[in-house]
C-alpha cells in the first residue's frame, strides 16, 4: 500500500501535556503534509516539510522528518482542549495528496 | 481570507437517486480536486481536474461519478445512481496554478447519506 501509516490511532492527553503523533510512508517523498479535522469537520492544512528538511516549526507545532526511517512525526506542545481532532499525514502522489489512516487526538481540560 | 465553498452541507438520498454536490474553488485556482471519506476512515482520492478535463480519478470514480465546471465558478461532482456505500463525506479542494504544487486548500465538505 502506499498510504501511510499513523500511530497511535488514538491517544488521550491532558491540557498542558504534549502530544506526539507519527507517520510511516513506503514510497520516496517530496514533501510530507500534515492536516487536522475537527469531527465532521472539513481538513485544514498545518504545516508542509519538504523531503530536505529534518525539522519544521509552526507555534505550538513541530514536525521532524527522517527519509532514511521513511517516517515524519508531529508535535504539538502545551495542548489546549481545542487541539480535540483527527490528525493526518498526507503525501503527494502525482497530481493528488494521499493520506495516512489518522490519529485521533482528544485532550481533556 | 479566500476559501473553497460547498453546497450543501447535508445531503440525504434515496438509493437510486442522482446527486450533485457543488463546489465554488478559490478564485484564481485552477486545478481542483474530489476526496471522499467514509465514517471513521482515511481521507480518498477521487478525481482531479484541470483545463476542463479529468486529469486523473481512481478506482472509486466509476462510470456513475462525473465532474463538470459548467461555468467560471463552480465545480460539480454528479453520482448518478447512488448506491449504499456512496454514503460519505465529500471534499472538494483546489489549487492554484503557479503556487506550490502541493498546497491544496479544502472545502468543509458535504456529508452525503444515501437511504
Known amino acids: 500500500s502506499q498510504q501511510g501509516e499513523e500511530d497511535p490511532q488514538a491517544l488521550s492527553i491532558q491540557e498542558g501535556e504534549n502530544a506526539t503523533m507519527n507517520c510511516s510512508y513506503k514510497t520516496s517523498i517530496n514533501n510530507l503534509q500534515w492536516y487536522r479535522q475537527n469531527s465532521g469537520r472539513g481538513l485544514v492544512h498545518l504545516i508542509l516539510?519538504?523531503?530536505?528538511?529534518r525539522e519544521k516549526h509552526s507555534g505550538r507545532l513541530r514536525v521532524t522528518l527522517d527519509t532514511s526511517k521513511k517516517s515524519s512525526s508531529l508535535l504539538i506542545t502545551a495542548s489546549r482542549a481545542a487541539d480535540t481532532a483527527s490528525y493526518f499525514c498526507?503525501?503527494?502522489?502525482?497530481?493528488?495528496?494521499?493520506f495516512g489512516t489518522g490519529t485521533r487526538l482528544q485532550v481533556f481540560p | 481570507e479566500p476559501e473553497v465553498t460547498q453546497t450543501p452541507s447535508h445531503q440525504v438520498t434515496q438509493m437510486g437517486q442522482e446527486v450533485i454536490l457543488r463546489c465554488v474553488p478559490i478564485s484564481n485556482h485552477l486545478y481542483f480536486y474530489w476526496y471522499r471519506q467514509i465514517l471513521g476512515q482515511k481521507v480518498e482520492f477521487l478525481v482531479s481536474f484541470y483545463n476542463n478535463e479529468i486529469s486523473e480519478k481512481s478506482e472509486i470514480f466509476d462510470d456513475q461519478f462525473s465532474v463538470e465546471r459548467p461555468d467560471g465558478s463552480n465545480f460539480t461532482l454528479k453520482i448518478r445512481s447512488t448506491k449504499l456505500e456512496d454514503s460519505a463525506m465529500y471534499f472538494c479542494?483546489?489549487?492554484?496554478?503557479?503556487?506550490?504544487?502541493?498546497?491544496?486548500?479544502f472545502g468543509p465538505g458535504t456529508r452525503l447519506l444515501v437511504l
Open positions: 516539510i519538504r523531503s530536505n528538511e
Open positions: 479542494a483546489s489549487r492554484a496554478s503557479g503556487g506550490p504544487r502541493e498546497t491544496q486548500y
Open positions: 498526507a503525501r503527494w502522489g502525482t497530481d493528488k495528496l494521499i
